[in-house]
């Protein structure tokens, strides 16, 4: 039985974490988040102590190092902006770190990372839960059977509706979480990478509080992509359905089905880090890079662009 540290526990994604690790058979021992509305930790771990502050909490893990109870991992479920500092925090203390996405902000950040997973001998594993996906495993597979020079047409599309609180939130700062394309869009271009191969073009042609669109091309694909988080971009035949949440890739025209099958993708990121075959700083490179250039880009008016985007622009 591994012992299990937490930061952040009252967000969206804690529970996936905490379920995770109750599913592996692991403990998870002490809980850090400055919101204290995190009734959710007695569902699976109610013996956990919680700390409000990082200096108790902090104590507490040096504490626990000292009596010979360290800490085996700290995961992390923190504001973008603060997942540097965390992972830093976890490797000092002796202990591996599992990171949700986006890793950091910045491609430079992960050079740092990766100093002190050497001068520690510690490790950093990441949530790139789409790499596990069954249907992108498959459709990786048949990618890679392919011949070595085609292209494949990819429409990557992702709404998902949010209501007024989100721009009101560290969400909504671009300084603190990146902006739409990386906080609700990174692991999809991980998932492009790792399906598509290398990165070779990077245009951004919408780049907006709460939408954003590009086109990305890849070894193996000319993809034109568009994230929202705004209702209204819905289809309105998916909106009569009474779903807040349009998700859509097309392959050469064929759609491909990934709706089904996350509910156990961080259980199994889990088991994977667990047995030692964890996605490490490096494997993130590519997608942290692709967001900062978006964030960083001056929209473009031509070109590929995403069917939704003309009908968005003003």
């Known amino acids: 039985m591994r012992r299990f540290a937490l930061i952040g526990a009252a967000g969206y994604i804690a529970p996936r974490h905490m379920a995770a690790m109750r599913d592996t058979g692991n403990d998870l021992v002490a809980v850090l988040d400055p919101n204290d509305s995190v009734g959710i930790i007695d569902s699976y771990f109610p013996n956990a102590d919680f700390f409000t502050e990082f200096e108790r909490f902090d104590r507490h893990i040096d504490k626990q190092h000292r009596a010979g109870k360290g800490i085996d991992f700290v995961s992390i479920c923190s504001p973008n902006y603060l997942h540097d500092s965390h992972v ?3 490797l000092r203390s002796a202990a591996d770190a599992i990171c949700e996405k986006p890793l950091v902000l ?5 050079d740092g990372l990766q100093e002190i997973e050497r001068d520690t001998g510690q490790k950093v594993n990441t949530i790139l839960q789409l790499r596990l996906h069954p249907a992108i495993t498959e459709l990786r597979e048949r990618i890679l059977r392919a011949p070595k020079d085609t ?4 429409n990557l599309t992702y709404i998902t509706s949010r209501g007024n ?8 700062n671009e300084k603190k979480s990146g902006g739409i394309a990386t906080n609700i869009g990174v692991h999809f271009f991980d998932m492009l990478h790792f399906v598509f191969g290398q990165l070779k073009e990077n245009k951004t042609h919408l780049c907006e509080d709460t939408r954003a669109a590009g086109y990305l091309e890849y070894e193996h694909a000319r993809v ?5 988080i705004d209702l209204n971009d819905i289809p309105n035949s998916v909106l009569d359905q009474g779903q807040r949440t349009f998700r859509s890739i097309s392959v050469d025209g064929q759609q491909i089905e990934f709706s089904g099958g996350f509910t156990d993708l961080h259980t199994r990121s889990y088991e994977e880090i667990l047995a030692g075959r964890g996605f490490g700083l490096e494997e993130n490179r590519v997608a942290i890079e692709t967001v900062s250039q978006i964030r960083n880009a001056t929209p473009e008016s031509g070109g590929e662009r995403h069917p939704f985007v003309s009908l968005v622009s003003v």
């Open 224 to 228: 034109r992509w568009f994230l929202s």
């Open 151 to 154: 292209k494949h047409e990819v």
């Open 165 to 172: 609180w989100y721009l009101q939130s560290w969400k909504g």
């Open 106 to 110: 910045n491609p430079w950040n992960i």
């Open 88 to 90: 830093r925090f976890a």
